[in-house]
């Protein structure tokens, strides 16, 4: 008998998930509101998020004990950011599992980074909910990895916010953004820069608005940087 994408994926992700869990996890709101408002993924997203945000922050308190509250927080918000999510769910090629309402097919719905990352937290949930134990071994053994990256970049773990610290430390006023975008609404792209008081930095282009700022603002705190060294 065949192996299906859906088992695949549980054999990748080393757990074991109930079917019916798995596959309402699997199912968007816009797939359920196209065949008689059916149950969706998103109370199963909510109960995701609940335990993605313990297990990472546990791990964070456990393993980097020297590190202040505020380096903490900021790497938990780049770890369970949406756009970490969304890498997550690309690595493992769940686009393809999504179930989705023909509006969602028609704009490119399998890679839209919300719709992956929403998933991820889902099926984050419906595996603890097969079993609690294995849903916190899930997270640890995906997201905990990433934790420990986070720990690595530095400055680069928020190029916004460090670069407003550094801005600041060097009396140099706060950052302003500016954006523009171009290109079709399926795959707009959008160009950002920094102006700090009168001096604007090199532009930089991103797949989303967020992107876009967090690029310019490492260009922005790379140029700040080395005209104080």
């Known amino acids: 008998m065949p192996v299906t994408k859906a088992e695949q994926l549980i054999e990748q992700l080393g757990v074991h998930i109930d079917p019916e869990l ?21 109370r ?11 297990v990472v922050t546990e791990y964070l308190y456990t393993q980097f004990p020297d590190f202040p509250e505020g380096r903490l927080a900021k790497m938990r918000a780049a770890v369970v950011s949406s756009v970490s999510l969304a890498e997550v769910a690309r ?17 490119h719905g399998p890679d839209k980074s919300s719709i992956l990352a929403d998933t991820v937290e889902a099926i984050i949930g419906a595996t603890f909910l097969t079993d609690a134990e294995a849903g916190r071994r899930l997270v640890a053994t995906v997201f905990c990895p990433l934790v420990d990256e986070a720990a690595r970049l530095g400055p680069g773990l928020d190029w916004k916010t460090s670069l407003q610290e550094a801005s600041s430390a060097q009396g140099l006023g706060v950052p302003t953004y500016q954006v523009t975008s171009d290109g079709p609404a399926h795959a ?12 604007a930095y090199p532009s930089a282009v991103g797949t989303s608005r967020k992107h876009a700022e967090q690029q310019a603002a490492q260009l922005a705190f790379e140029a700040i940087s080395e005209d104080h060294a």
């Open 188 to 199: 707009r792209t959008f160009t950002a820069w920094v102006t700090l008081g009168d001096v």
């Open 22 to 42: 798995l596959d309402l996890a699997l199912t968007h709101r816009s797939y359920a509101y196209e065949n008689g408002q059916i149950p969706n993924n998103e």
């Open 91 to 107: 690595e493992y090629e769940l686009g393809g599992l999504i179930k989705l309402g023909k509006g969602e097919l028609s704009t």
């Open 44 to 54: 199963l997203e909510f109960l995701g998020d609940a335990v993605l945000g313990v």
